[in-house]
């Protein structure tokens, strides 16, 4: 009997949780595929800058406080 890996991969927890193929395409709905994953930051840069896409994270609000019930 063949055992099962405990690990599932990003295409898959994406489905589990958000019921998204992210796999099929929306224009035609044939298959996409992975053609390469980019992990060093300078990668990543790089084509963003091609792409003319933004390099920098976009800055977030800090947290705010609960708010206070009435009456407290």
């Not at 690990?7 to 929306?26: I, K, N």
């Not at 709905?29 to 896409?53: C, D, K, M, P, S």
Request: charged share 25%; aromatic share 6%; glycine share 10%.
């Amino acid at each position: 009997m063949k055992q099962r890996t405990p690990r599932v991969d990003w295409a898959e927890l994406l489905s589990r949780t958000f019921d998204f193929d992210v796999f099929a395409c929306v224009r035609c709905g044939g298959r996409r595929r992975v053609l390469a994953y980019v992990n060093e930051a300078g990668g990543v840069r790089t084509i963003l800058e091609h792409l003319g896409l933004p390099t920098v994270g976009v800055r977030l609000a800090p947290a705010r406080e609960p708010p206070q019930a009435a009456g407290c």
